[in-house]
């Protein structure tokens, strides 16, 4: 193992630390570090029982190294950055999750200075924690169905909080089983009979003291999950519980407790600005999520050998390593690319953002507060550069999440019957991430935001407006050119990747334009064409991303010429792979023919990965995941898996302390169990 | 939700009963509710901790169970069949797993009448337990590459087992790792210094009375995996450790322990045989496999409400069930579909197998013992239909477990958030369900078999030699039209979706002949159009099998016209949503044209879903799972979704014993931890 992963290090000359630095920057990579040299030496957060624990000894663990976390955070004054970077180092999710995370944001967000004093100042310190409580039993993403009521009592200026059915309990609420004494929820406001849609209220649900729950409160964990099992997702139904006017969130709307009325100021759209940049966020992330899977394969896919070339010369003896069948390369290579398409658009989708983000602050854009809901057309219009954004971070969260997800288990799988072993390390990551493919949006619901913007953008493109921004200009290049058609040389013309992927959104767009506009065909007789659409719209964008990546001066000048050919490899293998997958639709929109989508299937793929897969370890190197962070066997970076695997089996398997009585015929089932042990040694 | 499903059922008249006689016959339906009465009433299978408990305590169930299940198949005599309907209800993988399988059938098949005597009698009674100890931490997939050592003695006519490195350890070792006292491991046998590959040695393992591991002999649970939490698999590790010359399972090779020579007596392949008809069963139980979380997300889907249809009239209230959206459908329904095709392909396989094996009982077909290796154009060449038999279990294999894994998760991900808790019973058999892609022939490995297959057919066919099978048949039909090209109206007849399947499957096998052939590619630059080659034979030959069963005469003697109407339907969902699926390689075969593959997505497709919708619950009732076996709170036949998913999460939950202490500050974790009760509930 050792020496393999030494000899493929030989064979690529490829600057691992400049790369690195060029994807992290030398400040992040640093403060990866230094944070990394503290959390080692804390033995609350030594992962060696991770895989072996149940839920209850888990949810423990998490909760001191929560704890832990928070105290390191104090002493060592960390950034909010330090923290992240702690947290990703650690990963795993932690009870205080939804503290540290939506619930402090929404009072920020949406407190007036009061409640934020009242509220936001005393969480930061966490003299009390909370949860974000959305989610019902019966309702997930159609937020306006929520069923849970604050009902304003003029008399005595409160709101009571109601769950009036069993389906109204909140439900899947992170944080809440065991942990929060607060919680933000979000109920019908109902004044004088009339609901106003859902809102946030703060509600006190456990005693500050004794930790239990206040009266009329009834909460739990709600049980074991495919993963996520350090978390204590809850739930939560009341029982007509009183609460203050002033617990209600008011920077956007409020009840104006002398006249009963249903107050809603204008105000900058933050609320929305909240789930774009949680989608944002995910996409940002999916990058590094897949690069972990990543890492762990191809590392391991060149210390596994098994077979001999079948054309292998007889004097050329041993076993090949795996990574050198064409058909794993298939699977990890292009993933590998991938992982560089996601950080690079990750990092687009962050500054596309922040440009708005500063924009927006001079704008005035009302829009609605329940944003989570598919409710395609009826949304707010909001200005065109809000529009754009919102459907570039739905499309990308929906697209960089299913990549990222699916990945993932096509690594674990890649790595033949040790993938697995939760050793591995991918089973449980993969498990872990799988909810980022549904929350904040249902990765197939998503799509129907994004149709609904190419679909209106493309009506102005038809009545004649001006492109204001790059969708209408693809679409508008696709309308001058309907007549005449276009011809890309994709396998020969980086730009003319971009353009041919640009074609193919384009060409969807104007045919569910067609069906609906002119067909009147149902909305939910095209949510199958819009979620293609929205997967070949994003397509484009991860593409485009790469591509301005590769054009920037920065990459240049960061980059040593070899490296920057490396990169640009990269990038075909991703865009042509894509484009091979999805070929239908390409010939279909005669972006390109069926002879170049042969010729990029057996030739250009093909022969990328024969050239990729030289630099396949230093480039999975360059993802800089410490060893300490990746907790895998088969991920090592010494490439010792083999007595990894088995020093973990043999010393730290508590199923190994208890000898068994095997005949069907006796009760006895244990005849010694000395598995505690194993508990007591963390 | 029990109105829900009530009103589902009534929208259909499909004969449920009726329906699931033709898929299971009258007997095995009695079979299965005769056996589970027997089993609900036994404390020990109840299933209300099974997602609840830890490693340690799962298995400690899980080994009560398989006790138990021993008994009672003593004390009621049950048949094999009848011990599988009760192993599929209870539906976890169990300690004594390996030894009723691979054990006992390696000892039946391999030994000689004498070594039956002594091994396989006692271990059919569990006097002694076993397992198949192959895979070592080096060695999978390539089985000639293992490096334990079967040493023979000519002095003391003995073996003597040891493995060389830690490499060598046997590893994945199901029932090895806690359970067994016997171990039927393959091993290098050495004469006088050569090696003749790898056999199959009886090895005690474990002392009978104590069960303590034997002298020089290491084993030990492997640790925690993915899923699969229930079985010990093993590893195992000898130190020079002797066994007699009697104990080399010796029905097809031996050594003569008078001249020290290595001999291997001609014999029908029957090894071959064990291999093919595991594949086999894998191919037969993939529908079924998929089957239950269909089940769970059709029914789930129909209960859930969420969103007003935004089409719909004012005056219809009320929030629509997800399964009335198409998204919802092309993920669900195409499953549905699936699940039937795989079904009848699976019975046809078994058929296929069966035929093959009283021919063969004739036949003297030698073939060598380690076939499990990928090595596909060395290996033996034995009997015509053998090698179709072979190819078929191969490609099915890969292409139903393949189907069935994935198939599952796109049902966990369609049930939304409730989707990932594991009361969705989804998620955990997924998860068990997932090595099946792995183990018996790695999927993507396989494929090299089948492309080797279809290569060597087609050299035959071009040599002009006679059709001898279907595959040769659609083989030369393709080539004696490759001249005048085909036109098939897949979607106006139904026998030319099955003519297209076959085309598709002929031009990608000359098309790879003439890389191999003529442009002598390397066997390695051809693997991913092997994998893909492979795909499309093994979909074609899923088509043909369900077209063939509804072709034929016990169909419509057994199901009603309107019924059958149905099935014909399921039949162009699956095969035509296929197509489209794979549309770029139907026209680069110029099997179909673009507009037609149009035609199939936008119109017939969307079409046959809505066709279907009124009669989805019920097809999922034709598979006829009790409540009991799905363990799902989702897919209750009953449709009380909420309240079973509420009862569970608040009754059963141990993490609801626990109160925490949630200040950062507090080095208290949990201020009450009663969760210990829970355990003593079972
Ligand atoms: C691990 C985890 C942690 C969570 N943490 C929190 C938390 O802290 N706080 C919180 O408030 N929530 C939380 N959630 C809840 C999460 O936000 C919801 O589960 C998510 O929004 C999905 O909603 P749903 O479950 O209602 O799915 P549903 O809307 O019920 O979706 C079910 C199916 O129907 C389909 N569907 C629904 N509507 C449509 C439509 N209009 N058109 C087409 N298809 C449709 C979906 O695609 C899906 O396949 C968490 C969930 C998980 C799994
Ligand atoms: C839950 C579980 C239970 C098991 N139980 C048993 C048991 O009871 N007894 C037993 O003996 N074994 C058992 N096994 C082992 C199992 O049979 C092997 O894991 C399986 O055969 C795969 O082999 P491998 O792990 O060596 O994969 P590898 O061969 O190492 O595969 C690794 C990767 O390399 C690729 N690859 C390898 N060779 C080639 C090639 N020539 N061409 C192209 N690609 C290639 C594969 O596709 C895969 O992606 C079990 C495994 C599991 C997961």
Redesign the pocket.
């Known amino acids: 193992g050792h020496e393999l992963l030494k000899q493929e290090r030989a064979k690529s000359k490829l600057p691992v630390e400049q790369l690195s630095q060029f994807l992290f920057t030398r400040g992040g990579l640093e403060r990866k570090h230094g944070i990394l040299a503290i959390l080692e030496k804390e033995k609350v957060f030594y992962k060696s029982q991770n895989y072996f624990a149940g839920r209850v000894d888990r949810f423990e663990t998490a909760l001191a190294r929560a704890k832990r976390l928070r105290q390191l955070t104090v002493q060592h004054g960390w950034s909010v950055e330090d923290f992240r970077a702690a947290t990703e180092l650690i990963s795993e999710p932690g009870p205080y999750g ?1 503290h540290e995370s ?1 619930f402090l944001i929404t009072l920020r967000d949406q407190g007036t200075p009061q409640q934020r004093e009242k509220f936001y100042k005393p969480a930061l310190n966490y003299e009390i924690i909370g ?5 019902e039993l019966g ?4 937020v306006r169905g929520l069923e849970t009521t604050a009902t304003w009592n003029a008399e005595d200026q409160t709101f009571t909080i109601h769950s009036p059915h069993l389906t109204a309990s ?7 089983g065991r942990t929060a004494n607060h919680a933000v929820v ?1 109920a019908q406001l109902v004044i004088a009979g009339r609901s106003h849609g859902p809102h946030p209220f703060v509600v006190q649900i456990r005693d500050l003291k004794t930790h239990e729950p206040l009266e009329n409160i009834h909460i739990g964990d709600i049980g074991p ?1 495919f993963g ?1 099992n350090t ?1 204590d ?1 809850g739930f939560l139904l009341f029982n007509n519980v009183k609460i203050p006017h002033f617990n209600m969130l008011a920077r956007f709307s409020s009840v104006d407790p002398q006249t009963n009325r249903y107050m809603r100021p204008s105000s900058p759209s933050l609320v929305y600005g909240t789930l774009t940049w949680v989608r944002s966020t995910i996409v940002m992330q999916a990058g590094g999520v897949l690069a972990r899977g990543v890492t762990i394969a191809t590392r391991y896919c060149a210390v596994r050998r098994q077979f001999q070339d079948r054309d292998a010369p007889e004097w050329e003896k041993g076993e090949n390593q795996v990574l050198n069948y064409t058909m794993v390369q298939i699977r990890l290579l292009t993933l590998l690319a991938a992982t560089y398409a996601l950080h690079f658009t990750g990092k687009g989708m962050m500054q596309l953002y922040e440009t708005n983000q500063n924009k927006m602050s001079q704008d005035v854009g009302q829009v609605g507060s329940a944003q ?1 809901g ?1 409710g395609p057309e009826e949304t707010h219009s909001g200005s065109d550069l809000l529009a754009d954004l919102h459907a570039t971070s739905c499309g990308l969260k929906s697209l960089a999440s299913t990549i990222a997800a699916e990945g993932l288990e096509t690594c674990r799988r890649a790595c033949g019957g040790h993938g697995y072993s939760s050793f591995s390390g991918i089973g449980p990551w993969f498990a872990d991430y799988l ?1 980022t493919t ?5 990765n ?2 998503l799509s ?1 935001q994004v149709a609904r913007y190419l679909l209106k953008s493309a009506r102005s493109v038809m009545k004649g407006e001006k492109p204001t921004n790059d969708t209408t200009q693809i679409l508008s290049n696709f309308l001058a050119k309907s007549d005449i058609g276009a011809a890309f040389d994709v396998l020969g013309r980086d730009e003319d990747i971009v353009a041919a992927f640009a074609w193919r959104t384009a060409f969807l767009t104007f045919e569910a334009l067609k069906h609906r506009d002119e067909q009147k065909k149902a909305w939910n007789d095209l ?1 199958v064409d819009f979620y293609r659409l929205s997967r070949a719209h994003s397509q484009y964008l991860v593409v485009k991303n790469f591509y301005e990546t590769l054009q920037s001066p920065s990459l240049t000048a960061e980059l040593d010429p070899e490296t920057v050919t490396v990169m640009y490899k990269l990038f075909r293998l991703h865009s042509l792979h894509t484009l091979e997958n999805e070929a239908s639709e390409f010939y279909t929109s005669s972006a390109v023919t069926v002879r170049q989508i042969q010729l990029a299937r057996t030739s250009a793929v093909m022969r990328l990965l024969e050239e990729l897969r030289p630099h396949a370890v230093r480039l999975v190197d360059a993802w800089d995941f410490p060893d300490w962070q990746l907790d895998s066997s088969l991920g090592r970076y010494d490439g010792k898996v083999y007595e990894d695997m088995f020093y973990r089996a043999s010393e730290q398997n508590p199923l190994n302390a208890i000898t068994v009585d095997p005949y069907p015929d006796s009760p006895v089932l244990f005849k010694k169990n000395d598995s505690a042990q194993f508990k007591s040694k963390l």
Chains 1, 2 share one sequence.
């Open positions: 939804l939506m949860c974000y409580a959305q989610t309702h997930g993403s159609n909140k439900w899947w609420i992170g944080s809440l979000m999950k996520y978390m997702n989570r598919a909810p549904t929350w904040e949006g249902d197939y619901m129907q949510l």
